[in-house]
């Protein structure tokens, strides 16, 4: 198993940028990939990002070249970069770690508010 905590989130004006962190802990060695996603009041959870244990990263044509993501060496820290924020990015952020074992079982975080402001 393993445990995924979010920081970083916050009120930012439209245009600004905000990095939240996902504090990765447990069984890092069995994550195959690692993503950020998002789920604004009344939509479905969307993802904005991945990046896979070999370090190829991917992102949805909404965020793409505005987010970031990356990680530590030791996979136990992943990053999302977020610039020209843009109103519709307001949701509440989760970190995902979907493991290697049968059924490829997805864990996440509990989640952290970005607020941007137009």
């Known amino acids: 198993q393993v445990h995924l905590v979010e920081s970083g989130g916050g009120l930012v004006q439209a245009g600004g940028s905000l990095r939240l962190s996902c504090a990765v802990s447990?069984?890092?060695?069995?994550?195959?990939?690692m993503g950020w996603y998002r789920q604004a009041p009344g939509k479905q959870r969307e993802w904005v990002a991945v990046?896979?244990?070999?370090?190829?990263?991917n992102y949805p044509d909404s965020v793409k070249g505005r987010f970031t993501i990356s990680r530590t060496n030791g996979k136990n820290t992943v990053y999302l970069q977020m610039n020209t924020l843009k109103a519709e990015d307001t949701a509440v952020y989760y970190c995902?770690?979907?493991?290697?074992?049968?059924?490829?079982?997805?864990?996440w975080g509990q989640g952290t508010q970005v607020t941007v402001s137009s």
């Open positions: 995902n770690a979907q493991l290697t074992t049968p059924g490829r079982p997805n864990y």
């Open positions: 990046i896979t244990d070999g370090g190829a990263t």
């Open positions: 447990g069984s890092i060695f069995l994550i195959d990939r």
